[in-house]
Each structure stands twice: as C-alpha cells, then as structure tokens.
C-alpha cells in the first residue's frame, strides 16, 4: 500500500504547487490487436468486464482525489491501450465521478484515443454525448501498405472516413503519423504529410518510428529481418521536411513532435513536459503528484489482472511511491520542458537548483544551441535536431 499525503491545502503546498497545471491521465490497457512497433502496457482480450473496470476506476478516482483535495482541473486524457473501445457509457460514468471529485476548469480538455476503424467511428457521437471533447486518433499511415506492415487493422481510407466523421462531431481532431517507415524516402513523407494537411487537420503528432528492445519489431531488427529501415540522415531529411511543410501550413511545431495551429495544442500534453501535477489510473498508468511533503511519482500496476484484483482486495492499484529529490526533479524538468519552443522559465530552473548549470549553458548559448528570452531558455531552432546531445551535456554536468 503506497503512503498518503498529508492532509492537501493549497496554504500547506504554498510554493511546491507546480505552474503547469492539474490534469488526469486514465489508462485503457486493452487493444484489438498488439501493434508490432508497439511498447506500451497494452494487452489483447476477448471478453471485458466494463462494470468491474468502471467499479475500479471509480475507486481509484476516489482514493486519488481525497489525497488532492479540490484542486483545479484542466484536462482528462483517455490514453491506452485504445480507448475507443471502451463502452461510451463507462466513459460517461467515470466522467460523472471525476466531475463529483474535482472542480473543472470552464475550458477542460478532454480527450479520448481512437483507433480509425469504422466500428469504432460508429461510436464517435455517444463519446461526445458522454462529455468527450477532443478526439485523438492513430492513424499512422495513410497507404495501405505501410498500414499492413505497422500491423494497423484500418485502412487508409477508412482512416480518412473516420476523420471526416470525427470533424463533423468533435470541435478539435488531432491525428498521430509515424515517419521513417521501412522503405520510406523523404519524398513519399513529402507527398503524405501534404495529403494529411489537405484534410483540415489543426494538429498532428509526428513521430520518428523507433525500434524498441521488447517489442515484434525489435525482435525482428535484432534477427536482421527488419530491411530497408531509412538510415540516420534520411530520417534526418524526413525531420526537416516535415518542419518545412507544417511550419507553412501554419502548424508550427510546439514540442519536438507535435505540431498545431495556434490555439490548438494538446493542453493535457503541456501539462507533462511543463511539469505539473497530473494523477495518473489504470494499470501501468504514471502520475506526478505534489504534496506539502514534496513532489512524488506514483505508478501503478502493469499487469490489468493484477491492478483489478489490488485495487478491489487492496484499495489501491499502485506501487510505493518514489519521493522526487531536487535532482530529480531538475533533470525531468529539463528533459520534458526542453522539448517545447517555450522552453522553461529560468525562474523556476533557478529554484530547482539550475544555477549550478550556467556554465555548460552559457557554453551552449555561444554554439547557438541555446538561448536565453524574456525569462526563458529553450533551444534554438538549429539546436532542436540535437536536443539529445543538448540535454545530455546538461544533464552530465
């Protein structure tokens, strides 16, 4: 059993209260198929008790919110897993929990993954209905092709019908593409990026396909049987293609790789990489949660039998709680808010114990891989290809 906070108040938490936000990350481990590219806590099954899930959700929504008491909720993320597959009516009764538990902000985000297939687009609506107000789907190919080689179960143009009705219901759509596919050139990227900003898209989420150890892929990569993977300089070209050609759409990125209109982007998202609060359900799930005794990263249990049967016998899903040091805390501040164009606020990288890295920054700043604005330090745009190499001199130091 994980220890509890003390007793929430925004008096005792006084500084320790984090800038970016409070959000709500619940996780769906259940997929119709295991994607081969795929290494998150995601598991096949055939049959699911979704009134046994939702009674444990609800649980869990409990337990967390009496530990942060009334705080301000900016977003809820379904994540998975795929989500879509859930019942609309379990995501509308854990939406009545969470509102019961916690005040909302008048513009909540909250979003669902879906998977593009024309059953679960069939279902679009009752998601709406049930308070879902952001759809994110995972498209990740528009050729059927390459859509076989992922191991998607949708085809391109069931992918491009599902977005269609997506739009017609959600007020904000956002999509996922994997570039630097196996056969793939930066002009086939070229032609599919243009083909997906063609369909009156305000985000996307564009991701460099990275082969994981405990994965098919990288079992398969391991054994030589994964040809014709573009090389370091080709994915290189497919990076710059794709800042070239959103940047003139007017979907600037704003991380690494996402990418949105002006307004548009993922607020849930910013929550992670400006390092607020966000309580994290669901097997597997992660949460970053402040407390007058400090910050703490909580995770639950992977395995779905396992977190069911704890979270009903026991009264928690999670594992002990990691207390964050100010190291910690520094090195994932950096990490995760290096990763927007904002970049982070000096301010708070000073109180964190930062100003031990002026030297390697000012370093950085004079190869004109960093700069300093208005308060802020972010990478420059020559610097961003090399985040990587950026963060580990800092990191190092």
């Not at 290494?39 to 699911?48: Q, R, T």
């Not at 630097?180 to 460099?208: C, I, K, N, P, T």
């Not at 070209?237 to 600037?252: F, K, N, P, S, Y």
């Not at 307004?263 to 607020?276: F, P």
Request: charged fraction near 25%; glycine fraction near 8%; hydrophobic fraction near 40%.
């Amino acid at each position: 059993m994980p220890g509890r906070f003390p007793s929430w108040s925004r008096a005792a938490l006084g500084e320790n209260l984090p800038e970016g936000g409070f959000g709500l990350y619940l996780h769906w481990p259940f997929c119709q198929a295991k994607c081969p590219y795929c290494d998150f806590n995601s598991h096949v099954a055939a049959n699911i008790d979704q009134a046994r899930w939702l009674r444990a959700y609800e649980a869990e929504i409990d337990r967390i919110a009496a530990e942060t008491g009334p705080r301000l909720l900016r977003s809820i993320f379904f994540g998975g897993g795929t989500p879509s597959l859930m019942a609309p009516e379990t995501v509308a009764a854990i939406l009545d929990r969470v509102r019961l538990r916690w005040p909302m902000a008048n513009d909540i985000e909250i979003t669902l993954e879906a998977n593009p297939t024309s059953v679960e687009a069939g279902k679009f609506r009752a998601f709406q209905a049930a308070g879902v107000n952001r759809l994110s789907m995972g498209v990740q190919a528009l050729n059927d092709m390459d859509l076989r080689a992922l191991g998607r179960m949708h085809s391109a143009e069931e992918a491009v019908q599902a977005f269609d009705i997506a739009r017609e219901i959600f007020d904000r759509v956002s999509f996922d593409l994997i570039y630097a596919r196996q056969g793939q050139s930066a002009a086939d990227w070229r032609r599919e990026l243009q083909q997906a900003l063609e369909m009156a898209v305000d985000h996307l989420s564009l991701y460099q396909l990275t082969i994981e150890p405990e994965t098919v892929f990288g079992r398969r990569h391991a054994a030589g049987k994964l040809p014709n993977l573009p090389d370091e300089d080709a994915a290189i070209d497919m990076w710059e293609v794709t800042q070239e050609i959103c940047d003139a759409a007017g979907l600037r990125s704003y991380e690494v790789s996402n990418h949105a209109r002006q307004g548009a982007e993922s607020q849930h998202n910013l929550i992670y990489w400006r390092c607020g609060d966000y309580a994290g359900i669901g097997p597997g799930a992660h949460g970053r949660l402040t407390s007058s005794a400090g910050r703490a990263a909580t995770e639950a249990l992977r395995a779905p039998g396992a977190w069911l049967e704890a979270v009903e016998t026991q009264g928690s899903g999670e594992v002990p709680r990691e207390t964050l040091s100010r190291d910690d805390q520094l090195s994932e501040f950096l990490l995760m808010g290096l990763r927007l164009r904002e970049g982070v606020s000096l301010d708070r990288l000073t109180r964190l114990g930062g100003a031990r890295l002026n030297r390697p920054i000012s370093e950085l700043e004079a190869e004109g891989w960093l700069s300093q604005t208005e308060g802020r330090l972010a990478v420059t745009v020559t610097g961003r290809p090399v985040l990587e190499a950026i963060l580990r001199r800092l990191l190092t130091d």
